[in-house]
């Protein structure tokens, strides 16, 4: 699966934004997908996974109440909704395929197959 995301930009704290990632491929509808981020200078930090169908998500504890992750399978797309963005949300946001139906254990963050170029995200007044 190839991925492009996109959306991302600058916002005041407090502000929203949504990053939409497209994908490509037959086994989108398969896979469970996922948000990555990365700040200057930090580790790749895993945000939110969503499994194939759309129904089971899980979040980090720093994004949990404030972002959303959706798909539509009819479009081949993946989103984050991100709600009272904080200057700490600032990074790279990627999109991420696992491959599988739901990543078990240490594979949530560890187990992406396919990686989409990010997107920046800066929060800052």
């Known amino acids: ?3 492009q995301a996109s959306g991302g930009g600058l916002v005041p704290p407090g502000g929203s934004l949504r990053l939409s990632c497209a994908a490509s491929g037959r086994t989108f509808s398969r896979s469970a997908m996922g948000w990555f981020r990365q700040a200057p200078g930090q580790e790749r930090e895993w945000v ?3 499994n194939f169908s759309g129904i089971a998500t899980v979040y980090a504890d720093s994004v949990k109440g404030r972002f959303t992750i959706s798909r539509d399978n009819t479009k081949n797309a ?3 909704q991100m709600n ?8 790279v946001y990627f999109c991420a ?3 599988a139906t739901w990543p078990r254990g240490d594979a949530l963050k560890n187990g992406v197959r396919d990686w ?3 997107t920046q995200v800066t929060v800052s007044s």
């Open 116 to 118: 989409g170029k990010g």
């Open 1 to 3: 699966v190839q991925l």
């Open 84 to 91: 009272s963005l904080l200057p700490t949300d600032t990074a």
């Open 78 to 80: 993946v989103y984050l």
């Open 48 to 50: 939110a996974t969503i």
């Open 97 to 99: 395929g696992y491959g």
